[in-house]
């Protein structure tokens, strides 16, 4: 069975240390959202660990926003390299056919 997206926005933020992740969690709750959806409530983000934050992105923003918020907010936060690792992953599960990712 193939990642689905869920899995690897756990995986990317899983590789995040300690106070990159909560940078990530803090830029996350002031990141500016597009019409349609609404922001995840700081209360929801404190305690939240990665697995909590992944299913919180996909619960407010769906899959294929929710990956390009936390892209943006990777890259906000100078974790280029993780975005660049979930780029690379997220591509890796279409070029195999997986219908489980975007």
């Not at 996350?28 to 404190?46: Q, R, V």
């Not at 934050?53 to 407010?60: E, G, H, N, Q, T």
């Not at 929710?66 to 280029?80: H, Q, R």
Request: charged letters at 40%.
């Amino acid at each position: 069975m193939g990642k689905t997206v869920r899995d690897v926005l756990v995986e990317a933020l899983e590789n995040l240390g300690k106070k990159s992740f909560k940078r990530f969690k803090n830029k996350l709750n002031d990141w500016e959202i597009k019409e349609g959806f609404s922001k995840i409530p700081k209360g929801k983000l404190e305690e939240a660990d990665p697995e909590d934050v992944a299913d919180l992105i996909r619960k407010y923003y769906m899959d294929s926003y929710g990956i390009e918020v936390t892209l943006a907010v990777l890259e906000a936060t100078d974790e280029k390299q993780e975005a660049e690792d979930l780029r690379n992953n997220l591509k890796t599960g279409k070029k195999r056919g997986k219908s489980t990712i975007i």
